[in-house]
T-cell receptor, first 114, second 115 residues
Framework: GDSVTQMEGPVTLSEEAFLTINCTYT??????LFWYVQYPGEGLQLLLK?????DKGSNKGFEATYRKETTSFHLEKGSVQVSDSAVYFC?????????????FGKGTHLIIQP | NAGVTQTPKFQVLKTGQSMTLQCAQD?????MYWYRQDPGMGLRLIYY???????DKGEVPNGYNVSRLNKREFSLRLESAAPSQTSVYFC??????????????FGEGSWLTVV
């Protein structure tokens, strides 16, 4: 079945550091790929998404590029802030859609120190 | 701009008690979902409803029942709570039954502790 693998962390960085959170997936065809963010005590919010190969999703300084050849969707940000501290989830919906929603990775806890 | 609203936010139950988590969305979405979130496990799908009048099991349905009361509301019931059901529960919804590329919107979560 479909699956998503991401680095689990916690990942601890200093403010203004460069961030990469790796995400790889296993799925047939061309799934849609998502990054969700969960701030402490809150629900999940969509951060960005990409629906076809070579698409780049971007939002709030974060970017991720859909790489079919490496089945990856790594999340990057050039200069992180303390307010970026959260748990980040990579997820997919299979190609052709799927009424049963998203398949999630286990989440990466990001801690940004001032 | 309510989005997905779920209640209660916090609940403590004794083993064997029953309770219902309520969820409502005001975005006219067709599909609704219940997930549970556990440390180191990510989010796992309990049940989903692809459209009004239908419900289907997800990855971890045992010990739960659901009701899609109407297009807006999707409730999750624990008939006899067990400590293993201590978790954070999230309701979610999306616009289309075929949600390829469609965003899934989440509620703020319900923290449930079973003692």
């Amino acid at each position: 079945g479909d699956s998503v693998t991401q680095m689990e962390g916690p990942v601890t960085l200093s403010e203004e550091a460069f961030l990469t959170i790796n995400c790889t997936y296993t799925a047939t065809g061309y799934p849609s790929l998502f990054w969700y963010v969960q701030y402490p005590g809150e629900g999940l919010q969509l951060l960005l998404k990409a629906t076809k190969a070579d698409d780049k999703g971007s939002n709030k300084g974060f970017e991720a590029t859909y790489r079919k050849e490496t089945t990856s969707f790594h999340l990057e940000k050039g200069s992180v802030q303390v307010s970026d501290s959260a748990v980040y989830f990579c997820a997919l919906v299979p190609s052709g859609g799927g009424a049963d929603g998203l398949t999630f990775g286990k989440g990466t806890h990001l801690i940004i120190q001032p | 701009n309510a989005g997905v609203t779920q209640t209660p936010k916090f609940q403590v139950l004794k083993t064997g008690q029953s309770m219902t988590l309520q969820c409502a969305q005001d975005m006219n979405h067709n599909s609704m979902y219940w997930y549970r979130q556990d440390p180191g496990m990510g989010l796992r799908l309990i049940y989903y409803s692809a459209s009004e009048g239908t419900t289907d099991k997800g990855e971890v349905p045992n010990g739960y029942n659901v009701s899609r009361l109407n297009k807006r509301e999707f409730s999750l019931r624990l008939e006899s709570a067990a400590p293993s059901q201590t978790s954070v529960y999230f309701c979610a919804s999306s616009i289309a039954r075929d949600n390829s590329g469609n965003t899934i919107y989440f509620g703020e979560g319900s923290w449930l502790t079973v003692v």
